[in-house]
Each structure stands twice: as structure tokens, then as C-alpha cells.
């Protein structure tokens, strides 16, 4: 991919107190050079960063997201990292969803003593960005629905259900449950995706109708889907209580946001 002229990507890296931000400030020490596009937040561990976080740097209009911890076996809190790496793996599958390049994410480990490792992975990133783009360039849309998506994607993985399944699952794929059995990875993917596609639709949903009230066709048509597909979610939606019918006009039944 050629580099977009004159872009200098927006990037955000979210770096552990105790190696990572150690390292960025041993490569500032030691004058190593980087390009200066990463801002800098420091986290007590990169556990810290929760995947809605990603999700609204994102729709702010960030071009790309490092997060950067201790080594595997080195985090201050012991397995914070491994978590950290399984979240950001869902985020990744979620940027995908979006129709956003999961490479926009970045999950990498930099010690206290690695400076010069830190400057070359901000180069290499910031290179990566500078190739794709500026935010939503590789997505098949304008900036305002791809916007919603990252909204609606953002709400998705706050829900409590996900929430649960996005803490638990080095638990429930490296620990055997109550009656010996393991869930393995291939299976706990297969559910994870399931979950948030089924979730993530409803969500887009519920944003389309935002404070309005609209009929299956003025949704779909907004969200450039199927009416029968959203009729499918609106009746689920419905069951759930978070959208009621408010009138009728012609034939068509009015909806609009209830909570949730
Ligand atoms: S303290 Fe560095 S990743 Fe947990």
C-alpha cells in the first residue's frame, strides 16, 4: 500500500508504569530517535486497558492504538498481560467486524532495559499506520457510519455478558470446570464471535434509531442492511425491553429506544 501524502497518523500508546513506560523513558535517555505521532498514557498495568477504551480512542478519530506491557512472566501483578493479550485479540476481531484493520491495534512487551526496542516498535507502528491510512481508509464507508459502527461496537463490548466472557476466558480455556471438563480455545472463539456478532447488530440497531422513532424500513435503510434482518433483531430487541413500539403509520409500526 502506498503511504498516504502528507498524513501523520494520530496514535495513542497505553504503556505499563513498571516496564513498559520504563522503557520509552530509557530510550528518551539514551536519545533514541522516533517519530513523535505516540502520545503517551501511563497505565499500572497494561490489564488496565479496558477494550471500550480502545474502542472510544477509536471513534474520537485515533489512527492507531499500541499497548505495550511487561514481558509475558514479568508483569508487577503476574498474569495481568496474559489477560491484556486475550482482550486485545477480541478487540482486534471486533476492528475487523468494524471493517477496520486489526493491525491498527498493537499488543507488544518492552522491559525497563529495552529503549532502544521501544523506539524501533514506535517506528515500525507509526510506518504500519502511515501505510494504512488515515482512520477508516480500508473501511467501506464514510466517516460518520463508520462512527456509528465504532460506537456500536464500543457498546457491544460493554455489555455485561461479553464483559464476562472477554475476564474469563483464560479460565475457562486453560482451567478444567467442576466436572473436569475444558473448553478449548477453537470452541471458546467459536462462541466468543457468535456473542458479539449477535450482540453487535443489535447494538447498530439501537444507535440507528438513536432518539428517534422509526419503522423496520427507515432502520434498515440507515444502516444499509436487510429489513428482514433487522426485523429479526428488532423482535429480540423487543423481548429485551429495549425498544417498544410508539405508534403506527400505514402499516408500519414506529420503534423507539427504550434503555440499555
Ligand atoms: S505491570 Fe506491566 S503488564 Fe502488568
Given at each position: 500500500m502506498t503511504p498516504q501524502e502528507g498524513f501523520s497518523p494520530d496514535i495513542i500508546g497505553f504503556l505499563c508504569n513498571w516496564c513498559s513506560y520504563a522503557g520509552a523513558d530509557l530510550a528518551g535517555v539514551s536519545r533514541f530517535q522516533y517519530p513523535p505521532n505516540v502520545r503517551?498514557?501511563?497505565?499500572?498495568?497494561?490489564?488496565?486497558?479496558?477494550?471500550?477504551?480502545?474502542?472510544?480512542?477509536?471513534?474520537?478519530?485515533?489512527?492507531?492504538?499500541?499497548?505495550?506491557?511487561?514481558?509475558?512472566?514479568?508483569?508487577?501483578?503476574?498474569t495481568g498481560n496474559y489477560y491484556t493479550e486475550k482482550r486485545v485479540k477480541t478487540?482486534?476481531?471486533?476492528?475487523?467486524?468494524?471493517?477496520?484493520?486489526?493491525?491498527?491495534?498493537?499488543?507488544?512487551?518492552?522491559?525497563?532495559?529495552?529503549?532502544?526496542?521501544?523506539?524501533?516498535?514506535?517506528?515500525?507502528?507509526?510506518?504500519?499506520?502511515?501505510?494504512?491510512?488515515?482512520?477508516?481508509?480500508?473501511?467501506?464507508?464514510?466517516?460518520?457510519?463508520?462512527?456509528?459502527?465504532?460506537?456500536?461496537?464500543?457498546?457491544?463490548?460493554?455489555?455485561?455478558?461479553?464483559?464476562?466472557?472477554?475476564?474469563?476466558?483464560?479460565?475457562?480455556?486453560?482451567?478444567?470446570?467442576?466436572?473436569?471438563e475444558r473448553v478449548t480455545q477453537e470452541e471458546f472463539d467459536q462462541l466468543m464471535f457468535q456473542t458479539i456478532e449477535k450482540e453487535f447488530e443489535k447494538r447498530k440497531i439501537l444507535i440507528s434509531i438513536g432518539d428517534d422513532a422509526l419503522s423496520i424500513k427507515e432502520i434498515a435503510r440507515k444502516m444499509e442492511a436487510s429489513p428482514g434482518k433487522v426485523l429479526r433483531n428488532i423482535v429480540s430487541l423487543e423481548h429485551d425491553g429495549l425498544v417498544s413500539v410508539v405508534g403506527i403509520e400505514g402499516n408500519s409500526p414506529k420503534y423507539r429506544r427504550v434503555r440499555g
Open positions: 503517551i498514557i501511563r497505565v499500572m498495568c497494561s490489564a488496565r486497558v479496558d477494550p471500550a477504551i480502545v474502542l472510544e480512542a477509536f471513534v474520537r478519530g485515533l489512527d492507531g492504538i499500541m499497548v505495550l506491557g511487561c514481558h509475558l512472566g514479568d508483569c508487577h501483578y503476574l478487540v482486534k476481531s471486533v476492528l475487523e467486524s468494524v471493517g477496520l484493520s486489526p493491525e491498527r491495534l498493537l499488543i507488544d512487551w518492552v522491559s525497563a532495559s529495552e529503549g532502544e526496542r521501544f523506539a524501533a516498535l514506535v517506528k515500525e507502528f507509526t510506518e504500519t499506520i502511515r501505510e494504512l491510512g488515515a482512520l477508516g481508509k480500508e473501511a467501506n464507508c464514510d466517516i460518520q457510519q463508520l462512527k456509528t459502527r465504532l460506537a456500536a461496537a464500543k457498546e457491544t463490548l460493554t455489555r455485561d455478558r461479553i464483559r464476562w466472557l472477554v475476564g474469563r476466558e483464560r479460565e475457562l480455556t486453560e482451567d478444567k470446570n467442576v466436572f473436569g
